[in-house]
């Protein structure tokens, strides 16, 4: 059983019996030592312990009045502690401390009794609380953990400190023989229980609310009377839009199949109009005839926790976007260099096969250049990396027919090799922001593309055109090579390591790159081709 199931077992377990023994009807004490007997043996139960007692004051001793021991389901009494013995037990009581002891061997408050109790009795965990009437102790209320480990939780505490309450008004009842007068006073100590805890609570009885808790009425922003005159289906019209048809749902899907336990969470509006995270925790009550009797709510605010399960949301998808950006760039890196890396090989071919001595200083020239643009593609990879993920990008203006220029140099040995011709047509002053890594690498991915699948029956032309039309960059890139079979691959062009041809130097990446780039930079690409004819790629950037 998960935390969260485990946790709301344990509440909706705690609020029943508290509710038990808040009505007073449903018992009949005949003496104080039912009403003893009733809370150890309802502690035990409440808590999942072995042991649980309640001890008075008798001047410098503590007297056991009744110890219940689940385990012999027996209870027994009289046992006494001296409080000469217990010096440091004792102050702590006396000081009102409610004594949260995980080890009970170790804790500074319970290690007294370590010799002659606890170790006798394989004591563990201790939860201690002290009792008070008319503000004097009077007595003290132990829950005793036996053998495997335990830590105490709030709800554990919240649990014991309501339980001796509710003793407290118990045994004020039995003394004072004035039932109505306790049971004002009962709902007075409840009011005081539920009124200082962080959560709320609510009572529906014949689709009326006929309880709420103060803290609750201060956390919604409405008075007790404004809420009792509210019916269940009201409740609704304060839920936010996007949550109150869902619980409604829920809510009477649950009565309609007689669940005793249930919860849900929702955003609701308080009088102030601010929406706040609440997750409520029902506990329904049904008669004979399957009708619910009572719809208790035990609510909690949980604002603070979806705020930081949001936070880990967001962490989550910026480490997924960190992830995706990393792969683009090994891609960019194993693209974008090996560009450069083959026209420089293309090169050093060209001076290894000539035997003209100025035809290869002209190659080495070439060489140096296509150095420097290499040097240059890893400035702009570099640059990448250094782009902000909230932003998306960092852009900086750029000339296109430069750039576009600064490109085929960095391929002029391809180019030289494979006897292309290239006609740009692009206006001198023609200008766009974006990242000039990804604008460098989408025009090689197209140049390398054009050039690879140039025809065999003609020499291979390239045609470069870019304009603005309605401030955004229109850019075409247009040859005359072997063409793609759209009606077979229209929707499989851009796709990761996709190709179309026999072409052994394949990769399947660059035109998926290449589109990615695009879109990262707020464009779109399409793509118009012939078999045989040619192809053309039109971009279009903001």
Known sequence: MSDINKNLLYNNLHFDLLLRLYKSSSYDFSSLESIYELFTAIACEGLDIDRASYWRIEGE????????????????????????????????????????????????????????????????????????????????????????????????????RSLCDILVIKIHRFKCHQLEK?????????????????????VVENRFVSYISPSYCKLLGFTQEEVYQMEMGDIFNYFHKDDAQRVRELIYSNLLKRVKYFSYEFRFKGKNGKYHWREDSASVM?????????????????????????????????????????????????????????????????????????????????????????????????????????????????NVKSFVENALISMNGVIKNEKVSIDIAIPDDLEITTIPSYFDSIILNLLTNAIKYKSPKRSPKIAIKAEKISNKLQLTFTDNGIGIDLAKNKNKIFGMYKTFHNNPDATGLGLFMTKNHIEVLGGTIGVESEVDIGTTFKIQLG
């Open 61 to 160: 001793q503590l007297v056991c009045i009744d110890l219940y021991d689940r385990t012999q389901n027996a209870h027994f009494k009289n046992d006494v502690l001296n409080s000469n013995e217990l010096p440091v037990y004792f102050s702590a009581l006396k000081e009102g401390i409610a004594i949260v002891a995980d080890h009970v061997l170790t804790n500074k408050y319970t290690q007294e009794l370590k010799e002659n109790y606890l170790i006798p009795l394989g004591i563990t965990d201790m939860l201690d609380i002290p009792i008070r009437e008319n503000g004097k102790l009077v007595g003290v209320f132990c829950c005793e953990h036996r053998d495997d480990p335990r830590k105490w939780s709030e709800t554990d505490l919240g649990f014991a």
């Open 182 to 202: 306790v049971l004002i006073e009962n709902e007075r100590k409840l009011s005081l229980i539920t009124d200082n805890s962080n959560d709320g609570f609510l």
């Open 286 to 398: 049904y008669d004979e005839n399957g009708s619910y009797t009572k719809y208790i709510v035990v609510s909690r605010d949980i604002s603070a926790l979806k705020k930081a399960d949001e936070k880990v949301k967001r962490l989550y998808s910026l480490s997924k976007r960190l992830n995706e950006k990393l792969l683009d760039f090994t891609h960019i890196i194993s693209h974008n260099i090996r560009s450069n890396t083959s026209n420089m090989s293309m090169i050093i071919d060209l001076i290894d096969a000539s035997t003209d001595e100025k035809e290869k200083a002209e190659y080495f020239e070439l060489l140096k250049i296509s150095n420097n643009k290499l040097s240059e593609t890893i400035f702009h990879l570099n640059e990448t990396i250094k782009i902000r993920m909230e932003n998306e990008s960092d852009k900086v203006k750029i």
